[in-house]
Each structure stands twice: as C-alpha cells, then as structure tokens.
C-alpha cells in the first residue's frame, strides 16, 4: 500500500516536472521567436536602406536633391544613425510602435527628421538595438544620414526621466533625442527612460 | 309666461348651438388612412435615402477635420524631396505640408498614442521579452532539478 502510495508520488513528481520544463520551454520559444522575427525585420530594413544608397547613387545625386524616392510609411528606413565610439550602426525606421521597433530605432511620427530644425526623436529597445546606449557620454560623436543629408551631433546632454514624465520638448533648432529604457539591465518593463539629446557640431 | 316660454326655448337653442358648434369643432380627426404596400415602400425609401445623404456629409465632414488637422500639424517629411532642399535641410515648415492622397494613413496617424508633441512622453521601449526569456530558463532548470530528485528518490525506493 506504501509502495503503491509512493510510486503515484514519483509519478506525480514526474508529470509535473515535465510540465514546467515544456512551459518553460514555450517561454523560451516565444522570446526566441521574437529575436528572431526582429533580426529579419533588421535585416529587411538594412536591405532597403542599400537599395535607397544604391537608387541615390544611381541617381548621381544627394539624398535630398530627388532621384530617390523617399518613403514615410511606417516601417520604411528614414535614416541611418552611427555612434562610432560605441559601434552602434542601425538603419531606423518610421513609427515607433512593436513593429518598427523589432526592426530597428524607431522615428517618431511627429518630429523632423535628423537635420531638419526642430526636435528629431528616435527610440529603441534597451535590450536590442540600443543597448550600447548605457555607455555614451558627454561630448560623445553620432552621425545620421537621411534625406535631409548627413549630421554629425555632439551630445550635450544626458539625463534620466520617470516613464510618465512630459520630457521630450520641442526646440526650434535642430535637436536630436535618442530615448530607450533605463536601467539598461532590468529584468521586465523598465521604468524609467534615458533621453540623450545632441546638437549639430 | 308663454312669453317666458318663448324666452327660454330661444335662449336654449342660442345654447344648444354654441355647444353643438364647439362639438363640430373639436371632433374633427377622421381615422387615419391606411397606406398602400406600394406607398408604404416608397415612403420607407425615401426615409433610407434622406438617412443616406445625413450619413454621407457627416463622413465628408470627418474626413475634412482630418485632413486639416494633419496639415495643421504638418510634422511629416515630404515623401518626395524637392531640389530647393539644401544639404543639411531646409526646415519643414507648417505651410507647406506635403499633399497626401492616402487619407487613410493621416487618420492613422492621428489615432496613434505615440506621436511627437512638445512636452509628449518618451516611447514606450519596455519589453518584456527579456523577462519571458529569463522566466523560461528559470523554469527549464526547475524542471530539470525536480527530475533529477525524483530519479533519486526513484532509487531510494528501489533499494
């Protein structure tokens, strides 16, 4: 009877084991599934972008003297933005919604574009295509490309905002704000949000 | 008093004709018509048509707050750059908002939370992929540790 009585024991143990290792087997699955629905959508974005070069060079012109058709439909690439201090190199996109941000930094609808006056706002993902983003400082070089030509910013100011605060403003001149979540190395939503703000050079 | 008889008698039908005038008066509806199928249908059109045409203009009307409202904003780059832009840019300006055919993505675009404005939020970046990831690993290896002491406890009842 005690025999009888422990094996239903082991066999329940065992079921349930089983079943944690297949959900957690799952949950890795969906996060994978994510990365790598991402990455594609990284490298689709990339291969437009060099399609918009090639179509620019083709043209014999610069980005923003036409023979390239230019796109502001979500999703599309709008400009290529570098940091070469912390090797961060990403095509971004238009929108910055779940779908724009899995391909790369995101655009936000509403602001100019690198270059234009005004305040130029691109985000992205902690955990992905900014994560070289905890290391930048002060004085530090970022350069994007777009059809209003190409930019080299300084940075000139860092700072740390509260999810929920008001924080992006709107400047006359031309002001580039790259968002992302802080801390860089949080597990689940982050809940606060680092704003880097740079200034032509 | 057969003159008082008189009087009276006159003065009864003065009465009597003023109330029956009023009765005239007063019950006046006739009960209402019953309307043929056929007009009963024509009329049910024509109810359907006017609601129609109510219907339409209120769409107009919607899609032109829209339309002016996305070019009151005109934050959005022209999709095709002309030459007069210079290499840095010329500032976009909000007189000039780039003609859109496609109604449909202004109205998708102000529908959307996170636009630009001053004083808006930064985007919302959080994911919780990581945590999914992480919750996943951390299962597997408590799955794996709840199969290796059930094996022992397997063996000890073996022995």
Same mark, same amino acid.
């Given at each position: 009877?005690?025999? !009888?009585?422990? !094996?239903?024991?082991?066999?329940?143990?065992?079921?349930?084991? =089983?079943?944690?290792?297949?959900?957690?087997?799952?949950?890795?699955?969906?996060?994978?599934?994510?990365?790598?629905?991402?990455?594609?959508?990284?490298?689709?974005?990339?291969?437009?972008?060099?399609?918009?070069?090639?179509?620019?060079?083709?043209?014999?012109?610069?980005?923003?003297?036409?023979?390239?058709?230019?796109?502001?439909?979500?999703? =599309?690439?709008?400009?290529?933005?570098?940091?070469?201090?912390?090797?961060?190199?990403?095509?971004?996109?238009?929108?910055?919604?779940?779908?724009?941000?899995?391909?790369?930094?995101?655009?936000?609808?509403?602001?100019? %574009? $690198?270059?234009?006056?005004?305040?130029?706002?691109?985000?992205?993902?902690?955990?992905?295509?900014?994560?070289?983003?905890?290391?930048?400082?002060?004085?530090?070089?970022?350069?994007?490309?777009?059809? !209003?030509?190409?930019?080299?910013?300084?940075?000139?100011?860092?700072?740390?905002?509260?999810?929920?605060?008001?924080?992006?403003?709107?400047? $006359? =001149?031309?002001? %580039?704000?790259?968002?992302?979540?802080? $801390?860089?190395?949080?597990?689940? $939503?982050?809940?606060? !949000?680092?704003?880097?703000?740079?200034?032509?050079? | 008093?057969?003159?008082?008889?008189?009087?009276?008698?006159?003065? @009864? @039908?003065?009465?009597?004709?003023?109330?029956?005038?009023?009765?005239?008066?007063?019950?006046?509806?006739?009960?209402?018509? *019953?309307?043929?199928?056929?007009?009963?249908?024509?009329?049910?059109?024509?109810?359907?048509?006017?609601?129609?045409?109510?219907?339409?203009?209120?769409?107009?009307? @919607? *899609?032109?707050?829209?339309? &002016?409202? &996305?070019?009151?904003?005109?934050? +959005?780059?022209?999709?095709?750059?002309?030459?007069?832009?210079?290499?840095?840019?010329?500032?976009?300006?909000?007189?000039?908002?780039?003609? *859109?055919?496609?109604? &449909?993505?202004?109205?998708?675009?102000?529908?959307?939370?996170?636009?630009?404005?001053?004083?808006?939020?930064?985007?919302?970046?959080?994911?919780?992929?990581?945590?999914?990831?992480?919750?996943?690993?951390?299962?597997?290896?408590?799955?794996?540790? @709840?199969?290796?002491?059930?094996?022992?406890?397997?063996?000890?009842?073996? +022995?």
């Amino acid at each position: 009877m005690i025999g !009888r009585l422990t !094996r239903q024991r082991l066999e329940a143990r065992s079921a349930a084991s =089983t079943a944690v290792i297949v959900c957690g087997a799952l949950l890795l699955i969906a996060s994978a599934t994510s990365v790598a629905r991402g990455a594609i959508a990284r490298d689709a974005a990339r291969a437009r972008w060099a399609e918009l070069e090639a179509e620019r060079a083709v043209a014999g012109a610069k980005l923003s003297t036409g023979g390239t058709r230019w796109s502001d439909a979500r999703g =599309t690439p709008v400009a290529r933005m570098t940091i070469p201090r912390l090797g961060l190199d990403e095509v971004v996109v238009e929108g910055v919604g779940d779908d724009e941000l899995r391909a790369g930094p995101g655009h936000m609808i509403g602001s100019v %574009l $690198p270059g234009d006056s005004g305040t130029s706002v691109i985000s992205a993902h902690r955990d992905r295509h900014f994560h070289a983003l905890g290391g930048i400082a002060m004085g530090d070089t970022v350069v994007t490309e777009s059809m !209003r030509g190409r930019v080299v910013w300084t940075v000139s100011r860092i700072r740390v905002v509260r999810a929920e605060d008001s924080a992006l403003n709107a400047r $006359p =001149t031309p002001t %580039l704000m790259l968002t992302t979540c802080w $801390p860089i190395r949080y597990v689940g $939503p982050a809940p606060d !949000r680092l704003i880097v703000e740079a200034v032509p050079k | 008093m057969h003159n008082l008889g008189r009087a009276a008698l006159a003065a @009864m @039908m003065i009465v009597g004709a003023g109330t029956a005038s009023a009765q005239i008066t007063t019950v006046v509806a006739p009960p209402p018509r *019953k309307n043929e199928p056929a007009q009963q249908a024509a009329a049910q059109q024509r109810e359907r048509v006017v609601q129609d045409s109510v219907a339409r203009v209120t769409m107009t009307g @919607m *899609k032109e707050w829209v339309d &002016s409202a &996305s070019a009151a904003l005109a934050v +959005r780059p022209d999709t095709v750059p002309t030459t007069a832009d210079t290499a840095l840019g010329t500032p976009r300006t909000a007189t000039a908002p780039a003609p *859109k055919s496609d109604s &449909s993505a202004s109205a998708r675009t102000s529908e959307r939370p996170s636009e630009f404005r001053d004083g808006s939020r930064a985007p919302n970046t959080a994911t919780p992929i990581p945590a999914i990831g992480l919750a996943g690993v951390l299962m597997i290896l408590m799955g794996v540790a @709840m199969k290796r002491r059930e094996r022992t406890a397997r063996a000890r009842v073996r +022995r």
